[in-house]
């Protein structure tokens, strides 16, 4: 079931074009990740979403409803770049607010707490709370009424590397349990192994919109071999092989996508002289470059 649906959308203010066309959608659990640079219009997308922003033109439908009617507002969670909570109530105390606000238990409320990692923390007070302690109030408040859709801005911003991986477990809870998640992060590292689907906006329009793997294909960028040689070897070694010396014992080759098997056969056809092989496709922030930065300028 389509969750969201964004259709030939275009966002304009005067003659200022911060989204122009974008047709986007996302499918019932669902994982896609908005890559773009500030000002690309991934904001203003999701704030279209939200209701918050009305479109310019073209249409925007989430679970079939207009954006900012009182079912699609039911429907998705929200976590904004920057959050901002009172600093006089405890972490307890806001969760239970928002969830007044939601109509949800406070019992739901407490368990997300948990969940999130705060349970040491929820009688203090939000004010004595680090960045990434308030970043996951944050993730608590979108996940409150378990969303069908949920917007996660910068969702990592001020998280360390054992929160970040909590944070994309409770992502891969979400959608194996239907809820189609749009998140927007500047970490492209983190993204690749964690995401169905990788969109890419620059100065308001969708320059990609595909599978990694597909998005690997259509770019054709080359995918690096590296093969660790036996001691006095990596001369003929890369003689052989054509490539590229480098730290004194290995060799590097660069390789389209069909020519991978060929060239993997012939290294391993050259037996003992080759300790180790490296094969390592364009990375996350390499497609983004190329498509972002490339494409616009026609090459």
Do not use: W
């Amino acid at each position: 079931m389509t969750v969201l649906d964004i259709t030939n959308v275009s966002k304009s203010y005067g003659d200022l074009h911060t989204v122009c066309e974008v047709s986007l959608n996302l499918a019932e659990g669902e994982r896609v990740a908005l890559l773009g640079h500030n000002g690309a219009g991934k904001t203003t997308l999701m704030r279209m979403v939200l209701g918050l922003t009305p479109v310019t033109s073209g249409q925007i439908r989430v679970l079939g409803m207009p954006p900012g009617s009182r079912k699609a507002r039911a429907a998705v969670g929200f976590l904004p770049e920057s959050v901002a909570f009172h600093g006089a109530l405890t972490g307890r105390e806001q969760l239970h607010h928002f969830a007044r606000l939601k109509g949800v238990k406070r019992r739901e409320a407490d368990d997300l707490l948990e969940r999130v990692g705060l349970t040491h923390a929820v009688n203090r007070k939000i004010r004595t709370y680090s960045k990434g302690m308030r970043q996951r109030v944050g993730l608590a408040q979108a996940l409150l009424g378990q969303p069908r859709l949920a917007l996660l801005d910068e969702p990592t911003s001020g998280l360390d590397p054992i929160s970040r991986h909590e944070f994309y477990d409770i992502v891969d809870d979400l959608a194996k349990g239907g809820t189609a998640v749009l998140l927007s992060s500047h970490a492209l590292t983190e993204l690749e192994s964690r995401t169905d689907r990788i969109a890419i906006m620059a100065k308001g329009r969708l320059l990609a919109n595909d599978s990694l793997g597909a998005l690997r294909q259509a770019a054709r960028l080359p995918i690096k071999v590296d093969v660790r040689a036996t001691p006095d070897t990596a001369d003929d070694l890369a003689a052989r092989l054509g490539g590229t010396r480098i730290n004194g014992a290995s060799v590097s080759i660069e390789v389209q996508q069909e020519d991978k098997l060929s060239l993997l056969g012939r290294i391993t056809g050259l037996g003992d002289v080759v300790q180790d092989i490296d094969v390592t496709p364009a990375s996350l922030e390499e497609l983004y470059r190329y498509y972002s930065v490339a494409q616009q300028e026609g090459k």
